[in-house]
């Protein structure tokens, strides 16, 4: 027995591979070409027109990955009543997604990573977020407000003390264009 052989007795039944996707085109249930006149379900080429719906918990479940997934972005801040009424309403503490009259408004109250750019990393979260949601759902977001809530330290470090003078004030980061509360 040649090694071809043992390759194709141990490799069962040679034909064609199923990878488990959709034929364009009918066939019978036998495998054979279908009929012109049977009736079988075959997939589109061509876009079919229609309306999507997409809930504020599928947003919110974007917009919580986007912002996880961003560089300097150490969690979502909030307080303890912030925190309990994020468990009531079933979303993350420090996210806001507000649907009134057609308009998606998103506020982000975070945590950021201690010595980085707070301008640059809101910048690309606003990035970040407006992408994912354009490509999920297919429309842009109306209104994004990030706002810092305070700076994550490395443990057991504290932070150096904040000297007058040094440093972007508040008036920097409004000018920078991004919607940093």
Known sequence: ??????????????????????????????????????????VPDEPIPGRA???????????????????GVAGFAGGPIERILAFLEGRPPGLHVDVTDGALAI?????????LPVAEVARQLDSAIRY????????????????????DTPPGTAPPARHPGAGPGSSDLADSGTDVA
């Open 1 to 42: 027995m040649s090694s071809r052989e043992l390759i194709q007795q141990n490799a069962g039944p040679v034909g064609p591979e199923r990878g488990g996707m959709i034929p364009r085109t009918s066939a019978a249930p036998d495998g054979r070409p279908a009929a012109p006149d049977e009736d079988l379900p075959t």
């Open 107 to 115: 506020r982000l109250d975070l945590r950021v990573a201690y010595g």
């Open 132 to 151: 994912g949601i354009r490509r999920a759902v297919g429309r842009e977001v109306d209104r994004l407000t990030i706002r810092v809530g305070g700076l």
């Open 53 to 71: 719906l997409a809930t504020r918990r599928a947003v919110m479940d974007i917009v919580r990955a986007a912002t996880l997934g961003s560089y």
